[in-house]
Structure formats: C-alpha cells, structure tokens
C-alpha cells in the first residue's frame, strides 16, 4: 500500500531562516506527489507537484526516487508561510485521484 | 463562489442519530472526493465519486454513505453517529481521469461534533 510519511508535526523556525519540510513515501510505480497546504482559516490548496517543478511562493519540492523523498524547502521562511503542510501522492497506480495524504506538519515563522 | 462549497459549516449532533452533509463541486469538476480530517487519524479519504458513479472507496464505514446526483452535487450521509465521528469532513473536486491525480480542490468543511 501506498505511503506517506511526514516526521515532524511540527516545525518552529525564525523568518528568514531556511525551512524544510521532510517527506518520504513509499510507492509502486513513478509516483505523482504533491504539496497541499491549510492556512489559518483557509480551506485546503495545492501548493506545488512534482511534475511542474515549479516554485510557488519560495517553496520548491525535489523528487528523490533513491531516497523516496519529496522534501519542501524554502531558504528564507516569512510569517505567511505558518500553516499546515501535507504532503500526499495518490493512493493506488489506477487511482482516479485520490491522494494518501501524511499526518502533516504544522509551520510556525516567528518575527 | 465558482468553488467548491459544502454545508452546513457547523454540525453539533447527539450520539445515535443521522446527519447529511453536502457538497456541491466546482463548475464543470466531475469527480468529487470526500475526506475525514481527525486528530488522531489525520487526513483520510473516505469515497470518491466520478460522474453519479461511486469509483472507489477508502477508510469509510459502513454506518456511512455518499452519493452524487445528476447535477453532480454529493452528499456524505452518517447515522449512528458516535463521539469518535466527530471531525471535520472535507469535500474535494477535481476533474480527473483514470491513470492521472489532477489538481483537487477543497471546500471550507464542515465541522461535526457528536455529543
């Protein structure tokens, strides 16, 4: 079965400093991971897949397939980016969609 | 709002009794997912629904229920209810097809606390 692993619940760090968010999962076949965050009163967004290789709001993800990583980084953490994080790929390879989400990693950035 | 909504926000219930909730999807969306977000359970997916079709089923108990109507809104119906019931129950929609994970887009939730 597929699997998602955030180790941390959560995450204090000083704005500016560099945040990283750590994932590992577990899956058979070429994954499809992705970020989904929860701000404060918000509902639930996509923040960033794998597949675009985007950067969305500082934040980057690299797939690590060796490792079955799918880290969250930002270098310079702001006070918006306290929130949620989960990290989530989908549950089967013949899924239609749905995501096996982690048990998330709660972000604090203090001034 | 052409997003996803769900109602009722709040939901304070008694053990033993049924509750429906409802979810109506974002224009055009077909598939619509329903999860369970807990403290100790995290964030499970219960049912997704594809187009009036049920298309797979998770952590979803058998005192619970969903379906999809025509004009795609789905509703999430739990009966017997007991404390542990109470979570926060997520709608998402997307539109999806087999063999790809499309972008999924959350409603607000509703809230449901069983006394």
């Known amino acids: 079965a597929q699997r998602v692993t955030q180790p941390e619940k959560l995450l204090s760090v000083f704005k500016g400093a560099p945040v990283e968010l750590k994932c590992n999962y577990s899956y058979s076949g070429s994954p499809e991971l992705f970020w989904y965050v929860q701000y404060s009163r918000q509902r639930l967004q996509l923040l960033l897949r794998?597949?675009s290789r985007e950067s969305i709001k500082g934040f980057t993800a690299d797939l690590n397939k060796g490792e079955t990583s799918f880290h969250l980084k930002k270098p310079f953490a702001q006070e918006e980016d306290s929130a949620m994080y989960y990290c989530a790929l989908p549950m089967t390879t013949d899924s239609w969609g749905k995501l096996q989400f982690g048990a998330g990693t709660q972000v604090v950035v203090t001034p | 709002d052409s997003g996803v909504t769900q109602t009722p926000k709040h939901l304070i219930t008694a053990t033993g009794q049924r509750v429906t909730l409802r979810c109506s999807p974002r224009s055009g969306d077909l598939s619509v997912y329903w999860y369970q977000q807990s403290l100790d359970q995290g964030l499970q997916f219960l049912i997704q629904y594809y187009n009036g079709e049920e298309r797979a089923k998770g952590n979803i108990l058998e005192r619970f229920s969903a379906q999809q109507f025509p004009d795609l809104h789905s509703e999430l119906n739990l009966s017997s209810l007991e404390l542990g019931d109470s979570a926060l129950y997520f709608c998402?929609?997307?539109?999806?097809?087999?063999?790809?994970?499309?972008?999924?887009?959350f409603g607000p939730g509703t809230r449901l606390t069983v006394l």
């Open positions: 794998h597949i």
């Open positions: 998402a929609s997307s539109v999806v097809l087999a063999g790809g994970s499309g972008e999924q887009f």
